[in-house]
């Protein structure tokens, strides 16, 4: 069993941050891709950011790139999203989500809706004014 919590979402105007975190607990913390997905109304749920686990590389999709990092504590076993420069296409539900064994796959879940994660969390509303 493992669960994944976010926090972080709120209302923020264009130009701001928001710093999004995700606490893992059991067999997610043995997970060696994490990630964080968002769903904005009306459309598919996409990944924004990879991380693996046990080396700290990253990977974002070109819409976020320079303006998101993806990070992880491994002693707090939590999972962070810093989101600068919000715009209000970034709009969306963020969720959490973590891959047990991606065997080295997990920046394929940034182009291919059908990398399966196997954990997700319930999400946390983004919302950027303008």
């Known amino acids: 069993q493992g669960r994944l919590v976010e926090s972080g979402g709120g209302s923020v105007q264009a130009g701001g941050s928001l710093r999004l975190s995700c606490a893992a607990s059991g067999s997610t913390t043995r997970s060696d891709c994490m990630a964080w997905f968002r769903q904005a109304p009306g459309k598919e749920r996409e990944a924004v950011a990879v991380?693996?686990?046990?080396?700290?590389?990253?990977y974002y999709t070109d819409s976020v790139k320079g303006r998101f990092t993806i990070s992880q504590d491994n002693a707090k076993k939590t999972l962070f999203l810093q989101m600068n420069s919000l715009k209000p296409e970034d709009t969306a539900t963020y969720y959490c989500?973590?891959?047990?064994?991606?065997?080295?796959?997990?920046?394929?879940?940034?182009?291919?809706?059908?990398?399966?994660?196997?954990?997700w969390g319930e999400g946390t509303l983004v919302t950027i004014t303008s």
């Open positions: 991380i693996y686990t046990l080396s700290d590389s990253t």
């Open positions: 989500a973590a891959k047990g064994t991606s065997g080295g796959y997990c920046y394929t879940a940034l182009s291919n809706p059908k990398f399966a994660m196997d954990y």
